[in-house]
């Protein structure tokens, strides 16, 4: 597929920039992956030094909605490859639309995503934001804590997400036949986000 | 040398003027030709500027702390401006000064012309980086001219989460933010060295310079990410409350520490590392001979980087973790010395037979292998349990790492700055200043660390400003070093500022050596090179006789 | 200390000495790895000096044999001392069984020591010499360290935890005794000294100062006035675990696990009696983290140790 972008410094030779904006990408996503593993290391951590503790407090999450917001985020990565696919192949339009479906979809997350934080607060399971009724066992409250702070980290790079999409569709809508390689770009990010999503909800989750 | 004639045109894309050909220089007088260039040369001169600026703020904040340790009362500063002078002096040493130091002044500069590329494979990120720095930097000064923060730089919890009064989740955010920095470069150098060498320069013909910097690069997109969810999870604790390190909600201390030296440990191989490159390139310069045993040096960086992850318990043998842990960190520790001491004796055999030259880079290069030696040896010690036990948490300690970073990685900097100097700007300085300054530089950090290892093993703990009596000999000796040290330290910058006006104008190649570096003017054009090389020889082609030597 | 400037520390131990032995050792074997790279450095650049005539040709830039020599040897040379460092921290893990035992509470900034007789001491802490001495420790804030360097021996003082630090001194003096992890405002103030003291002396200070009751004994004063007794004494009607014989005996956790009753298990049984449940027992223990402070639970740690000779109960 010849690569659609705006060369620039100091390549001469779009194959090699494509190339390069490929690399540069995964290379981030690395550095994505340790910050989320440090995360997850916690998880694990806490997890071997207060097992029912952990187990306890992961069965007052609830499953379903976290188990649909898992849905709607694999679906919008779904859409994104579809964007991707239709830039390669010179069809902004459908790009467009499918770009659209991805920005729903995140934002649609992020609302269940309240939703749920909500639940939780109201239900007294965000100690470290409001104590809840009865005192709860310490390393209860910590599993919910940490829980709280792997989603927000998750939520925050999710909005990201969000906004780089939008940029892009407004970049394809002025511009569109430079744009393949930002949107696969854009793509790989969207779906790193999916990824880190798919190995937090069955860690804070499914650890029933 | 390499065939430039044959190469391929240049990009051509941006249209050059007759200044940008000249040199990058000259492309543009106007702040915003500097503040929005994303010419990597230029910007490795804004992050020179930056760091030199922390540098002389943290080596303020060494000289409050060596005056005060003068007397064994600590008269000078009261307890808490003591504990925030040492705190904010390992902040701005460790996160402005020395991870960025080489990477961002020379790595920057240089590694796009050792490979034969226009530019780094992402200029625009390159200038992001340097803008993350300068905020990471703006939040330091911030914390502290608003009085400072009295953690250490190791911000330990429950200390940092629990009990420190003083600004520490924005001195937090400040290393968060400059983090970032780090990464967007490291992430520049990998892809650059995989995308845009030159026609025929293979990995095996890279520079060493280029191969520490790739390992340099590894260890800073995979380390620092880590540090900042770490940081964030420590400022999140001291805000909310959220229990991971407080035993009293469920939490544990310890794994504060473990989350933190993961990172901080290859931390000091971003210092060393890159430092460890320029020295390569010194000796080879300084012997006008090729680096002995070119792919073990090579795969040193790469055994260190890579061995390095693995270490980071040796910070924590009498912090409570298992002695089963720390018996294999103990063993790890003693391994990663294995690919340095190959770099210390494959520079040494450099030098046999070689055509040595004296000139102020070289000397600063055989201070550094002097320094680092001892450095990496007291390291050697430290590794061992039953020793470790001992001098952990006291002035030893501080001696190592002295010895190494600053013993070490700023003798490479000053290096790099006297042997680059005339590519950056085109002139050249005094050689005199430069060697004594050199000597300066070797002496008083002697006499001012030295004495740091015999006061640690008396028992004279870090981070203390009171102390026995009996000790205060030392501590002065120590002091007087220091001053010494500030003096030399000095020297440079004025020398080499003078030198911008009335130093003799610099040919393309004064020392001479091999490097594609030295077949572009200095200073080099905005874009390096007219033609793209092809590269036909082996790295460090040096004949093995010189004319002018007899015999 | 010796002379105008003291070079090396006292050595109290015999452990002292041999780390010292150690470090003698290994230096020497350091000077003799590098010692060479100093010379050459400046042989050769004295010899090969640019523009000085000598021979150089025949040279090699590369030896596989050189360079594996040059790793693999200094590495099992430097193996050699890690085993034996290895031994001599191992060995500071493994406290003598009948060591006499002090418990330490570390606080910002001070450190609080209890002897098993009952005297209480502040920053100074006497042993007799040439006994074993375990010291049982804990912090009540951040993390502390205590190092007596005369003694080459550290460990952290850690919150919610127990760290055990033992020694045999064996040269009666005074020493410095210093906290070595950061702990904020006045860590520079937060030293005393050990002194030891030969046999006869010790027991004079002993008897000497203000005792007061036993460790233990306050822990069982205790025991009584919190009401424990209510639960895990003779008549209780609550189902509850039975101490007496019950430190140092592995217990049965209710997710499968097994522990050991030591201090860390009594400790955390009384500060967070649900994080490891006995199997077979409700989880209905209160707990009693604001009524005792980290020296109290020391107490209270004595006394149900001094049970440890009953006949325990049998598991149900």
Known sequence: MAER????????DPAHQAAADRMGMFVFLGTEVMLFGGILAVALADRIRHPEAMIAASSRLDLWLGGINTAVLLTSSLAMAIAVAAMHQDRPRVALGALSATVALGLAFLGLKALEYGQDYADGLMPALAPPAEPTDPAQALFLNLYLAATALHAVHLTIGIGLVLWLASRIARRPEEQAMTTELTGLYWHFVDIVWVFLYPVLYLVR | MTDIQAGLPASGIVPETAEERVSYLRAGHSLRSWLLTTDH???????????????????AAAALIRLDLLTPQGDLLSNEGYNRAFTIHGVIMVWF????????????????????????????????????????????????????????????????????????????????????????????FIVTVHTLRAPGMGWGRLPLFVWSHYATSLVLVLATPVLAVTLALMAAERLFGIGIFDPALGGDPLLYQHLFWFYSHPAVYIMILPAMGV????????????????????????????????????????????????????????????PSAIKV?????????GHISLEPPFLFAMSFIGLFVIGGLTGLMLALLAVDVHVHDTTFVIAHFHYIMVGGTVSAF??????????????????IWGRLSAIFIFLGFNLTFFPQFLLGYLGMPRRYHVYDPAFQVLHVLSTAGASLLGVAYVLPFAYLLYSLRHGAPAGPNPWPATGLEWTVPSPPPKHNFDRIPVVTEAPYAYPVERRGDDG | MNGFIPLWPDAASAHAGQVDQLVIAFT??????????????????VRYRRGKAANRTHRVNRSVWLETSWAAIPFLLTLFFFVWAAWLYFDLHRPPADAMEIDVVAKRWMWKFQHPEGQREIDDLHVPAGRPVKLTMTSEDVIHSLFVPALRVKQDVLPGRYTTLWFDADRPGSYPLECTQFCGTDHSLMHGRLVVMAGQDYARWLAGTQGGDTLAAEGRALFRSLGCSGCHGPGATVHAPKL?????????????????????????????????????????????????????VQQLVAYIKSLATQPAEPTP
């Open chain 1, 5 to 12: 972008l705006k060369l620039r410094e100091p390549f001469a």
């Open chain 2, 41 to 59: 040369k230029r910007i490795a001169i804004l992050y020179l500027i930056a760091i030199t600026a922390f540098f002389f703020i943290g080596g």
């Open chain 2, 97 to 188: 000064f020395l991870i960025p130091s080489i990477p961002t002044t020379f790595g920057n500069f240089l590694i796009p012309l050792m490979i034969g590329a226009r530019d780094l494979a992402f200029p625009r990120l390159n200038l992001l980086s340097w803008y993350i720095y300068v905020l990471g930097g703006l939040v330091t000064i911030y914390v502290l001219v608003t009085g400072g923060v009295d953690t250490g730089w190791t911000f330990y919890t429950p200390l940092s989460s629990m009990f420190a009064n003083g600004h520490v989740v924005a001195a937090a955010a400040a290393v968060f933010i400059v983090g970032f920095s780090s990464i967007l470069t490291g992430l520049n």
């Open chain 2, 279 to 338: 020295v390569s390139e010194l000796v080879a310069a300084a012997a006008h001979k090729p680096v002995f045993g070119y792919w073990f040096v090579a795969f040193s960086s790469l055994a260190i980087a890579v061995i390095g992850f693995l270490v980071w318990g040796h910070h924590m043998f009498v912090a409570g973790q298992s002695m089963y842990a720390s018996a294999v960190f103990s063993f790890l520790s003693i391994a990663v010395a294995v």
């Open chain 2, 345 to 353: 004796y494959n520079w040494t055999a450099t030098l046999y037979k």
């Open chain 2, 414 to 431: 000053f290096g790099a700055l006297h042997y680059w100097w005339p590519k950056f700007t085109g002139r050249t300085y005094s050689r």
């Open chain 3, 28 to 45: 020497v074997l350091m000077v003799a790895l590098t010692a060479p790279v100093f010379v050459l450095i400046v042989v050769f650049a």
């Open chain 3, 244 to 296: 007496e014989g019950l430190y140092g005996r592995p217990v049965p956790l209710q997710d499968g696990s097994t522990v050991t009753a030591d201090e860390q298990y009594i400790r955390d049984s009384i500060l967070e009696p649900n994080s490891r449940i006995a199997a077979g027992y409700p989880p209905i223990m209160p707990t009693f983290r604001n009524l005792v402070d980290e020296g109290e």
